[in-house]
C-alpha cells in the first residue's frame, strides 16, 4: 500500500502563524495555488480513493487535487487538534515540548493533546491498511495530523524530531506500508 499524505493548502490563520484548530477557514489564493502544484505532482500517479478531514480547508485542498474524479470519502480522526481556546494564539507562544508531549490527552486546560492525536492516527492506520490492501490512498488533512502519521510511520517518539518535522501547506509526503 502506498500512503500519500498531503497537507491542506495554506489559511490565512496560517499566514499570521497562529494557532489553527477545528475552525472552517478558506484556502488563500497561494493556498489554492498550493493544492494546484500538489495535483501536478501527483497527476500521473493512479490514486484509488482520497480520504479527507471534513473541514473547509481540507476539502477545497481535496477538490482541487482531484483532478482525475477519484471517490472521496470524510474521516473525523483526521482532523485537526481540537485547540478549543488556545485557537488563534500566536503559536510563538507555545510551549513546544509540552505541546507534543506523548502523556497527556488534554494540555492547556482543554486542548487535545498529542497523545490523543497520536491515538486516533494509529487506528486510522491500521483500519486502512486492512481495508485498502494494495490500494494508493491520498490523504488530505491538517499540521499535526501530518506529524503524528510521520512519528507512527517512523516509529518516532523523540520530542525533538517531532517538533522539527514540518510538513508545509501543499506538500505531498508519500509513505510506502
Keep these: 500500500m502506498k500512503l500519500y499524505v498531503v497537507r491542506h493548502g495554506e489559511v490565512e490563520v496560517n499566514v499570521k502563524k497562529l494557532l489553527n484548530g477545528r475552525n ?8 489554492i495555488n498550493q493544492a494546484k502544484q500538489a495535483a501536478y505532482f501527483l497527476k500521473d500517479i493512479c490514486i484509488d480513493l482520497i480520504i479527507c478531514s471534513p473541514l473547509k480547508r481540507t476539502k477545497e485542498t481535496a477538490e482541487i487535487i482531484n483532478i482525475n474524479h477519484v471517490p472521496i470519502i470524510y474521516d473525523n480522526r483526521i482532523l485537526e487538534r481540537d485547540t478549543k481556546k488556545m485557537m488563534y494564539h500566536n503559536s510563538k507562544d507555545v510551549d513546544l515540548n509540552y505541546f507534543y508531549n506523548f502523556k497527556d ?7 487535545e493533546g498529542f497523545k490523543s492525536i497520536l491515538t486516533r492516527v494509529t487506528n486510522f492506520i491500521k483500519d486502512i491498511k486492512i481495508k485498502y490492501e494494495n490500494k494508493n490512498i491520498l490523504v488530505v488533512t491538517h499540521g499535526d495530523v501530518c506529524k503524528a502519521i510521520y512519528c507512527y510511520l517512523n516509529h518516532i517518539n523523540d520530542i525533538s524530531k517531532i517538533i522539527q518535522f514540518q510538513q508545509d501547506n501543499g506538500a505531498v509526503l ?3 506500508i
Design 24 to 31: 472552517d477557514e478558506s484556502l488563500t489564493m497561494n493556498g
Design 105 to 111: 490527552n488534554i494540555i492547556y486546560e482543554d486542548c
Design 174 to 176: 508519500r509513505y510506502d
